[in-house]
């Protein structure tokens, strides 16, 4: 049997019970054309880049599944008839990750640099410390002598 992946986006106005009873019907097609589901990952309701049929957000669900094809285009004819699918995407590989997907890692925030420009390899002035006043220049616009205003006709 082959092996897959299959990602399936449902409707934003179902529960989380629903996504799970969709879960399993479809693992039942599966398991009764000769297949079976290995990890099933329920990644949540997450914002879609754009909208599709009227719903901006979807429950999105990855299964592992090893299966002979005709029990792939079971399900993926069955998800076509089904008003709660948005979308669905099967993928042959040749095997299945082990622990969770990359979806589901959580990122470390620390690696990446702040926003506010302080580095982990420059931390503020460095060695220089803070920038003199330029020679010439007036420290404060007070001390700044004023040029007349020229009046536009």
Same mark, same amino acid.
């Given at each position: 049997?082959?092996?897959? =992946? /299959?990602?399936?986006?449902? *409707? ?14 479809? &693992? #039942?097609?599966?398991?009764?054309? #000769? #297949? &079976?589901? #290995?990890?099933? @990952?329920?990644?949540?309701? &997450? ?6 049929? &009227? ?7 990855? %299964?592992?599944?090893?299966? +002979?094809? !005709?029990?792939?285009? @079971?399900? =993926?004819?069955? %998800?076509?008839?089904? @008003? ?11 095997? /299945? =990750?082990?622990? $969770?997907?990359? %979806? ?8 990446? +640099?702040?926003?506010?420009?302080? *580095?982990?390899? *420059? ?9 003199? !006043? *330029? =020679? ?8 700044? !002598?004023?040029? $007349?205003? @020229?009046?536009?006709?």
């Amino acid at each position: 049997m082959a092996l897959y =992946e /299959h990602v399936f986006l449902a *409707r934003q106005d179902i529960s989380a019970q629903q996504v799970d009873a969709l879960v399993e019907q479809y &693992k #039942g097609v599966l398991e009764a054309n #000769g #297949g &079976k589901v #290995g990890r099933v @990952e329920n990644w949540g309701l &997450k914002s879609l880049t754009y909208r599709i049929n &009227k719903n901006r957000k979807a429950h999105y669900v990855l %299964m592992d599944i090893d299966a +002979p094809a !005709p029990a792939v285009h @079971e399900i =993926e004819r069955q %998800m076509r008839i089904n @008003e709660d699918i948005l979308r669905y995407m099967t993928i042959a590989v040749e095997k /299945h =990750e082990d622990g $969770p997907s990359a %979806m589901t890692q959580k990122r470390d925030r620390d690696d990446r +640099p702040r926003r506010d420009g302080d *580095r982990p390899d *420059r931390g503020g002035f460095g060695d220089r410390g803070p920038r003199p !006043p *330029r =020679e010439g220049g007036f420290g404060d616009r007070e001390d700044r !002598p004023r040029r $007349p205003r @020229e009046d536009r006709a």
